[in-house]
């Protein structure tokens, strides 16, 4: 296990619905991430975190919002979405954000499998 | 435009035989690239990373190459077991004084007996 975890690991949901992703890491890192990850595409990354605020934003659309309250835990919730998000969200963490230098590695959780009906 | 493309997109290959998977990448400026290994329904695992002044780099029966010249990098499986069926991801990372890592699409390998 790489010390990711996520929750929930798979879930369906209507355009209408409201739901949370929810990722905590046991590793003592200060940065943390939100990937998506669509069928024959490259990763894409949505969000960063470090030290709980917010570095990155990737122009990702006001439907999906991130939360950090801590620098162990990191949520993102999902409203009014859309079939095209159906999508693996993996979240992923690393010692620091600033540099990601030879030495650094991102470690990945098992990702959650949502389907948007 | 700053790309990591990866080849082939799948490979069927039997058990104890070798392979190589590509990566050819047009990032520029370079920091270091790696390679992670993801089982079906599992996050990527870190395989390799590789600055720039590196041309070779070994973890157990994978072997990864890097030509900055040529801008390609392969990754070579010895001896493959079941175990090594897995999507094959070539990550580039920009240096700048930032972070941002351009992933490619993946080869999907898978090794039957």
């Known amino acids: 296990e790489t010390g990711v975890t996520q929750t929930p690991r798979h879930l369906v949901m209507g355009m209408t619905n409201k739901k949370s992703l929810k990722c905590e890491q046991h590793?003592?890192?200060?940065?943390m991430y939100w990937y998506k990850q669509s069928a024959k595409k490259p990763l894409e990354l949505m969000f960063v975190?470090?030290?709980?605020?917010?570095?990155e934003n990737n122009s990702v659309p006001s439907r999906f919002s991130p939360e950090c309250p801590n620098s162990s835990h990191l949520f993102l919730h999902l409203h009014t979405l859309q079939p095209e998000d159906s999508a693996l969200y993996l979240c992923?963490?690393?010692?620091?954000?600033?540099?990601?230098?030879?030495?650094?590695?991102?470690?990945f959780g098992p990702g959650t499998r949502l389907l948007v009906l | 435009k700053n790309q990591v493309e990866q080849s082939p997109q799948s490979l069927i290959i039997l058990e104890g035989k070798n392979c190589t998977l590509q990566?050819?990448?047009?990032?520029?400026?370079?920091?270091?690239l790696r390679w992670y290994k993801q089982d079906t329904g599992r996050g990527p695992v870190s395989l390799t990373i590789?600055?720039?002044?590196?041309n070779t780099k070994s973890n157990g029966r994978y072997t990864a190459t890097l030509d900055a010249d040529t801008k390609q990098s392969s990754l070579h499986i010895t001896a493959s077991q079941l175990s090594d069926s897995a999507s094959y991801i070539c990550?580039?990372?920009?240096?700048?004084?930032?972070?941002?890592?351009?992933f490619g699409a993946g080869t999907r390998l898978a090794v039957h007996p």
């Open positions: 992923a963490s690393s010692q620091d954000w600033r540099p990601l230098l030879e030495e650094e590695t991102q470690y």
């Open positions: 590793l003592g890192h200060n940065a």
């Open positions: 975190y470090s030290l709980e605020e917010r570095v």
């Open positions: 990566c050819n990448y047009t990032v520029s400026p370079f920091s270091n």
């Open positions: 590789m600055t720039f002044s590196e």
């Open positions: 990550v580039v990372i920009l240096s700048g004084g930032y972070n941002k890592l351009i």
